[in-house]
């Protein structure tokens, strides 16, 4: 019987998130469509189920409430900040509501295979991390994967710029010719230039967006180069060489500490593994650890050890170049 109410429960709450993921995340062109039918078709009138319109209606409202809060604060730009970052297409109110509904459902989860409240804190905690991980782990890769691609970058600005291109035109063939994200950071540089920001501006909004420490190079030896003049294409070449340079001594150094990392994602998992497996193997020899208090007093001891013996070895194999 518990295990029927845990599948019903998990297909449920799946349910409910791929409803809100295509109907309010996925779905925004398809209420475009809607609103110029309603303006082709005026004679036609849409009628809404009862239960679609009060859900739509409680939601939009939801949302209003917390971007009314979230405006008085200055975490709201801090959100918005790290979204863009991740290139992550939603709203601080948005992502906000998101949280609330993992909160709730990972909470819900490891109270119904725990059976006991005082898990529920631990849950909460859980699921207000996971968002936050995800962003990260987003905002991360997405900058990883444009720190990649910037030399190839710099390099076709210098092609450009010694074949008698201005400045903004050499930013136009550089989006015209990467990939994702240097395309898009790209098109809005050149976007912000059109409605008449400096090149200054734009490519402080750009480092803004993007907090590489290359780009950071790039971009104040432009601005230098604007200010007092000399040949840009030069000294372009000269960073695109360094930049190279330290992208090949951060492949020496993570290949070096690649046994540190793995140890350390064996010191943080083998416990959790083992655990899993036993539970699997003799149910009612784990359950004790979640239904005495000893028990949940040394799980805690456990989580946290294992928790700083990975972040220690972490540390120790993060060497910054």
């Known amino acids: 019987m518990k295990s029927l109410l845990i599948i019903t429960f998990l297909l449920f709450t799946f349910f409910l998130f791929t409803f809100i ?22 004679d036609e009138k849409e009628v809404f189920e009862p239960v679609k319109f009060k859900m739509m209606l409680d939601f939009r409202l939801t949302k209003q409430r917390i971007k009314r809060r979230l405006e008085k604060k200055d975490k709201n730009n801090l959100i918005e900040k790290e979204l863009i970052q991740a290139g992550i297409p939603l709203k601080p109110e948005e992502f906000i509501m998101f ?46 994967k444009f720190n990649a691609g910037l030399p190839e970058m710099i390099s076709t600005i210098i092609g450009a710029l010694r074949a008698g291109f201005s400045f903004p035109q050499a930013l136009q063939s ?72 330290r992208i090949k001594i951060q492949g020496q150094i993570s290949t070096l500490t690649a046994q ?31 239904t005495h208090p000893i028990g949940l007093v040394l799980i805690g ?8 013996g990975f972040v220690f070895i972490r540390k120790l194999t993060t060497i910054e170049v």
């Open 260 to 290: 540190g990392r793995m140890s350390g994602m064996v010191v943080g998992l083998l416990p959790v593994v083992l655990g899993g497996l036993i539970f699997i193997i003799e149910p009612n020899y784990m359950s004790v650890l979640f």
């Open 99 to 144: 949280r609330w509904i993992s909160i709730a459902l990972v909470a819900g989860i490891i109270y119904l295979f725990i059976n006991s409240i005082f898990v529920l804190p631990l849950g909460a905690f859980i699921g207000a991390i996971i968002p936050k991980y995800i962003v990260k782990n987003k905002k991360a890769a997405r900058l990883k």
């Open 21 to 42: 993921f295509q109907k309010i995340f996925l779905a925004k062109h398809k209420q475009m469509e809607l609103r110029v039918k309603q303006y082709l078709l005026q």
């Open 174 to 245: 550089v989006m015209e010719e990467s990939a994702s994200p240097i395309k898009e950071e790209m098109a809005t540089v050149l976007k912000e230039m059109q409605y008449g920001a400096t090149v200054e501006e734009a490519l402080n909004h750009l480092k803004e967006r993007m907090p590489s420490e290359d780009l950071d190079i790039m971009i104040q030896a432009i601005i230098i180069q604007r200010q007092v003049g000399g040949n840009l294409a030069t000294v372009l070449e000269t960073i695109v060489q360094t930049i190279r340079d």
């Open 301 to 308: 001891i456990a989580s946290v050890s294992c928790i700083l």
